[in-house]
């Protein structure tokens, strides 16, 4: 997909990808994350997005939400361990409108105390919320397990205590210390010119101070196995097994991507599904996940069933792993599973909003973005050899932790 990147004197870039659809996309996604945020200040991040719609020094909130909504348009948000995200859909002649929202919502923001009190009710909400969905909460609390004591095993909503206790200080500190200007970029996909996209774009931006403050990140330590069970007041048993994978930057990420799609990805005809629901019967809900980090990743197996099938369950996914790691692919099938893995990439990319977002995380974690013929190329890459040693660093039973959400009594 041809794209173009313009740069400021500040750091910030514009992603300016053209598209001859009315419909327009476009994002900012600022490196910063609840992985950046110190212990006390849990879910420190994800309070600033919920705050940027609450008033700048110039709109309040009706007028921020309306800015948009009243052209028709959508705006969200969102954050992450690595990221905060804002992304818009709107109507091609509404750029300007939605460049200069992102802007002063994300640089303006005077995060005044009666919002601020407001809004923890509301993550407050939201937490109590989340508690009751354990198919949710066990991936948090499994992540704690894999990332003990690091920022990355915390909540993004944070606790309880954390969120009471955020100050409008702790805001401004973390946004100085946080929101480098170098790793901010603004994507545009739409019927735009380079040269319409790059002025509007300088418009709302060059004035931004510049700020390339050194990340302060360190990379989480290989955690122990660990084994827990919790009791809960739930009606249906949850597990989740994992452990610790590869980076953004491990050569064998593309491969650990094709791996989990084949073990149990998009689709109903992955290993695990075909065997643990429909053969078995035993799991109405079971997935596999692997999200890559910038410099450490997680995998995992989840699934839901009645507590008395857990055991078998377990025993079943170990007898697949296994089957993986003693039987490597052959070559056609591993070509089987590139070909599923590439035509499901190829179908994802008519979701616009979730392509630009995707390029532009791309552009700051590798400072470039890959073709479809790049991405498909390094699919058709992966080896036999690369996917037997990933099962066997990865599906080895002996180095997957495992937390279990049992109903009470």
Do not use: W
């Not at 052209?71 to 992304?87: M, P, Q, R, S, W």
């Not at 994978?245 to 073990?263: C, E, I, Q, R, V």
Request: charged content about 25%; aromatic content about 8%; overall charge negative.
């Amino acid at each position: 997909m041809e794209y173009n990147v313009h740069t400021l004197p500040n750091g910030i870039r514009l992603l300016h990808v053209p598209s001859a659809s009315a419909i327009s996309h476009a994002c900012i996604i600022i490196n910063s994350g609840s992985r950046d945020e110190n212990e006390s200040q849990s879910g420190l991040a994800h309070f600033i997005e919920h705050l940027i719609f609450k008033r700048t020094e110039k709109r309040n909130t009706n007028q921020i939400l309306n800015r948009l909504e009243s052209v028709g348009a959508d705006l969200n948000a969102y954050t992450t361990k690595e990221y905060t995200c804002i992304h818009a859909s709107f109507l091609h002649p509404y750029l300007d409108r939605t460049l200069e929202l992102f802007n002063d919502i994300v640089f303006h923001s005077t995060f005044p105390e009666d919002e601020m009190e407001k809004e923890k009710g509301v993550i407050l909400d939201e937490i109590a919320s989340y508690l009751d969905q354990p198919e949710e909460a066990i991936y948090d609390d499994f992540e704690d397990l894999v990332f003990a004591s690091h920022p990355l095993g915390r909540n993004i909503l944070g606790t309880t205590d954390s969120v009471n206790g955020l100050s409008q200080q702790d805001i401004k500190d973390f946004i100085s210390a946080n929101y480098q200007t170098d790793k901010i970029v603004i994507a545009v996909l739409g019927n735009y010119t380079l040269s319409k996209a790059v002025n509007i774009f300088t418009k709302y931006y060059a004035e931004i101070p510049e700020n390339h403050q050194q990340a302060n990140r360190t990379a989480p330590e290989k955690a122990q196995l660990v084994i827990r069970t919790d009791e809960k007041p739930i009606m249906q048993a949850h597990t989740m097994i994992g452990s610790q994978a590869y980076s953004l930057h491990h050569p064998f990420k593309t491969g650990l991507l094709l791996l989990n799609n084949l073990l149990c990805g998009t689709g109903m005809s992955s290993i695990l599904n075909l065997q643990i629901r429909e053969r078995h019967g035993i799991a109405y809900s079971i997935e596999s996940g692997y999200s890559p980090l910038s410099d450490t990743g997680i995998f995992t197996v989840y699934f839901g069933t009645d507590k008395e099938k857990v055991d078998r369950a377990l025993s079943l996914i170990y007898k697949e792993f296994k089957k993986v790691r003693e039987n490597p692919l052959t070559e056609v099938q591993l070509q089987k599973a590139k070909n599923k893995f590439i035509g499901q990439i190829a179908l994802g990319e008519e979701n616009r909003i979730g392509l630009i977002i995707s390029m532009a995380k791309s552009l700051i974690d590798y400072n470039k973005i890959d073709d479809l013929e790049t991405v498909f190329r390094k699919i058709e890459a992966v080896s036999t050899d690369d996917m037997a040693q990933i099962s066997t660093e990865i599906l080895d039973e002996k180095n997957l932790s495992i937390l279990t959400f049992y109903p009470l009594g």
